[in-house]
């Protein structure tokens, strides 16, 4: 990134220093879809889904929201305009009031490689994402305020400052970045320091995506998938596969051998090549991603391990080298509950922080975070760890006026209060209905936490059946995660103290054998459980929600799912959340105060 020059005037007025992230590249799906001969799904296989928007004031974090929320499309890598203007809203500013505007890609800094490409001149190239702001926000935008942040310090930023260390290792792992696909930084006191990297051919990302394409689910979109499908499988009969192709290497790396797939297999267009030699050499693409037999399980199941071992290895040799004691974690595979879960049981580190919005959203954040930080480091402050409740919330009067408008289509019942609505709808969930509880403000980042949720009984044997069919409508095998009272978590999960994932849903444990068929809606195949902590500090109505369905069952936890539909981003609006509930058979919806059920 350019150096920054701090504006005299504004240190002189003392005025809130203003800097707004951004993520996403406009053109890059447009651009991939003109190429001759591209096939179905190789459109996701580029750089730039997932744009979003943070702003920050002194460094606090005052909105951060991804454009899929407001425009419908998932992973969407438009113009994040519709979250940029939320978070203007937000923070009561103009767009012509902000100091620093922040692209999560420096792309720049390697133009002596991407330079001529067309990818570069229509897509990648900082003077277009500049075009985009003036043709979109016209003479608001002052082009010198636009300024670039590397794409994986960006990632590394949105989850250093926020941990709440002075001093961290920060691993960086997803799909790609500008030429890297892991980097891994020390910290200390918000300088980074870059002590390694593996460039993009050897992605453990890509090689996860490619597998997740191979099973019949999107690449770039669907990798949770393949997270949930691997513990039905045996990771055994396809480990020589990924023997052969992850060789490890000094240093706790490892290099991909692409080459048993085909000669520069890896360099082929859209990994052609690669997913040719899986069809013809290991399993062919199913028809269906709905059903898949004991092969493809397995498949999963040794991809999911080849990856463990990879990044555990990695961080032993970093661990030892440097005598860390605390580790951020962000960047795409940081989404993986299995590979954390299993890295806070290893107990690498004392500590774990794993950055909520993990996935390129996040570098909308962490761009803003670095710049602020960087413009005035003492002036900078930001909260630890805090819950990632920065999007859009809405008013009882707001609320109420959205409901009005289907007011032939639904009853309507004002409960007084959302406490009383959490005490109505916990009576509701005792008696197994399905809710959803729609309360402040949207969360940032792909888990729900308790504020767009849709919320079940977990001891109904069939709730996971009734959830995936009639109203999530996705695959069957697919599990769904626990919301737990966080004082009461080790009673049910293997959980010790200080995991600070589990307050984000982000790694999985195991159920407590005794607990295991008690409570069937949240346990996995082989015991697991994606576990979210709730407390009343981090979530003060969804504690509340727990604790009022305890009182009713003795169980201190709830089934916890996003509040959307399958291709639906999760819900941002009460008009949306009404209009889902006429779609699909959730028994009651709760906004705010507002108790809501379809007629008929």
């Given at each position: 990134m350019?150096?920054i020059n701090?504006p005299r005037?504004r240190?002189?007025?003392?005025?809130?220093?203003?800097?707004?992230?951004?993520?996403g590249f406009d053109?890059?799906?447009?651009?991939?879809?003109?190429?001759?001969g591209?096939?179905?799904g190789?459109?996701?296989?580029?750089?730039?889904?997932?744009?979003a928007c943070?702003?920050?004031?002194?460094?606090?974090?005052?909105?951060?929201a991804?454009?899929?929320?407001?425009?419908?499309?998932?992973?969407?890598?438009?113009f994040?305009?519709?979250?940029i203007r939320?978070?203007l809203?937000?923070?009561n500013v103009?767009?012509?009031?902000?100091?620093?505007?922040?692209?999560?890609f420096?792309y720049e800094?390697?133009?002596?490689?991407?330079?001529?490409?067309?990818?570069?001149?229509q897509?990648?190239?900082p003077?277009?994402?500049k075009?985009?702001w003036m043709?979109?926000f016209?003479e608001?935008?002052?082009?010198t305020?636009f300024?670039?942040?590397?794409?994986h310090?960006?990632?590394a930023a949105?989850?250093?400052f926020?941990?709440?260390?002075e001093t961290?290792l920060?691993?960086?792992c997803d799909?790609?970045?500008e030429v890297?696909?892991?980097?891994?930084?020390?910290v200390?006191?918000?300088?980074?320091t870059?002590?390694?990297s593996?460039?993009?051919?050897n992605?453990?990302?890509?090689l996860?995506g490619?597998i997740?394409?191979?099973?019949?689910?999107?690449?770039n979109?669907?990798e949770?998938?393949?997270?949930?499908l691997?513990?039905?499988?045996?990771?055994s009969?396809?480990?020589?596969?990924f023997?052969?192709l992850?060789?490890p290497?000094?240093?706790g790396r490892?290099?991909i051998d692409?080459?048993?797939c085909?000669?520069?297999?890896?360099?082929s267009?859209?990994?052609r090549?690669?997913?040719e030699?899986?069809?013809?050499e290991?399993?062919?693409?199913?028809e269906?991603?709905?059903?898949?037999?004991?092969?493809?399980?397995?498949l999963?199941?040794?991809?999911?391990?080849a990856?463990?071992?990879?990044?555990?290895?990695?961080?032993c040799?970093?661990?030892?080298?440097?005598?860390?004691?605390n580790?951020?974690?962000?960047?795409?595979v940081?989404?993986?509950?299995t590979?954390?879960?299993?890295?806070?049981?290893?107990?690498l580190?004392?500590?774990?922080?794993?950055?909520p919005?993990a996935?390129d959203?996040?570098?909308?954040?962490?761009a803003?975070?670095?710049?602020?930080?960087?413009?005035?480091p003492?002036?900078?402050?930001?909260?630890r760890?805090?819950?990632?409740f920065?999007g859009p919330?809405?008013?009882?009067?707001?609320m109420?006026a959205?409901?009005e408008?289907?007011?032939?289509?639904?009853?309507?019942?004002?409960?007084?209060?959302?406490?009383?609505?959490?005490s109505?709808?916990a009576?509701?969930l005792?008696?197994?209905a399905?809710?959803a509880?729609?309360?402040?403000?949207?969360?940032?980042?792909?888990?729900?936490?308790?504020?767009?949720?849709?919320?079940?009984?977990?001891?109904?044997?069939?709730?996971?059946?009734?959830?995936n069919?009639?109203?999530?409508?996705?695959?069957g095998?697919r599990?769904?995660a626990?919301?737990?009272?966080?004082?009461?978590?080790?009673?049910?999960?293997?959980?010790?103290?200080?995991?600070s994932?589990?307050?984000?849903?982000?790694a999985?444990?195991?159920?407590r054998?005794?607990?295991r068929?008690?409570?069937?809606?949240?346990?996995?195949?082989?015991?697991s459980a994606?576990?979210q902590?709730?407390?009343?500090?981090?979530n003060r109505?969804?504690?509340?929600?727990?604790e009022?369905f305890?009182?009713?069952?003795g169980?201190?936890a709830?089934?916890?799912?996003?509040?959307?539909?399958?291709?639906?981003?999760?819900?941002?609006?009460?008009?949306?959340?009404?209009?889902?509930?006429?779609?699909?058979?959730?028994d009651?919806l709760y906004?705010?105060?507002?108790?809501?059920?379809?007629?008929?």
């Open positions: 350019p150096a701090k005037e240190i002189q007025r003392r005025l809130p220093m203003i800097v707004l992230g951004y993520s053109r890059s799906v447009d651009f991939a879809r003109r190429e001759p591209i096939r179905p190789e459109e996701r296989m580029v750089q730039g889904f997932d744009s943070a702003i920050l004031l002194d460094g606090e974090v005052i909105a951060a991804a454009e899929e929320r407001f425009s419908l499309e998932k992973h969407t890598n438009r994040p305009r519709n979250a939320y978070c809203k937000a923070a103009r767009l012509s009031q902000v100091e620093r505007i922040v692209h999560g420096n800094k390697y133009a002596s490689i991407f330079r001529g490409t067309d990818r570069y001149e897509v990648l190239d003077a277009r994402q075009d985009v043709r979109v016209g608001e935008f002052r082009p305020t300024g670039t942040v590397e794409h310090l960006a990632h949105s989850a250093y926020p941990s709440g260390f961290s920060c691993l960086v799909g790609m970045g890297d696909a892991i980097t891994l930084y020390e200390n006191c918000g300088k980074f870059k002590l390694d593996l460039l993009i051919p992605s453990i990302g890509i996860y490619i997740t394409s191979q099973l019949g689910f999107a690449f979109a669907d949770y998938k393949l997270m949930g691997a513990p039905y499988g045996d990771p009969r396809f480990r020589g596969l023997e052969r992850i060789k290497t000094d240093g490892y290099m692409w080459n048993i085909g000669e520069n297999a890896f360099h267009p859209y990994y090549k690669i997913l030699y899986l069809d013809r290991v399993l062919p693409r199913p269906s991603s709905e059903t898949h037999s004991q092969p493809y399980k397995d999963a199941a040794s991809v999911q391990e990856l463990e071992n990879s990044i555990t290895r990695l961080l040799h970093w661990a030892t080298k440097t005598g860390q004691k580790l951020c974690m962000t960047g795409g940081a989404l993986n509950c590979l954390n879960g299993k890295l806070i049981k290893q107990k580190f004392e500590d774990l922080f794993i950055q919005a996935g959203d996040g570098t909308a954040l962490g803003a975070l670095f710049a602020s930080h960087n413009l005035e003492d002036k900078f402050h930001t909260q760890r805090p819950m990632p920065f919330e809405y008013s009882q009067t707001e109420n959205a409901a408008k289907f007011v032939g289509k639904i009853i309507i019942d004002d409960l007084g209060t959302p406490e009383r609505a959490a109505d709808a009576e509701a005792s008696k197994d399905i809710v509880w729609f309360q402040g403000r949207m969360e940032y980042g792909p888990r729900a936490l308790g504020n767009r949720s849709i919320t079940a009984n977990p001891m109904i044997s069939d709730i996971k059946e009734r959830l069919a009639i109203i999530k409508l996705r695959e095998f599990p769904f626990p919301a737990v009272a966080a004082e009461h978590a080790s009673r049910y999960f293997e959980i010790g103290d200080g995991a994932p589990f307050d984000y849903m982000l999985t444990t195991m159920v054998p005794e607990w068929e008690r409570l069937p809606g949240i346990t996995h195949v082989d015991g994606r576990v902590t709730v407390s009343s500090e981090n109505l969804f504690y509340l929600l727990i009022e305890a009182k009713r069952t169980i201190h709830l089934v916890n799912t996003s509040f959307n539909i399958r291709g639906q981003p999760m819900i941002v609006s009460p008009e949306i959340a009404i209009e889902t509930i006429l779609k699909v058979r959730i009651r906004l705010g105060s507002l108790r809501i059920v379809r007629r008929n």
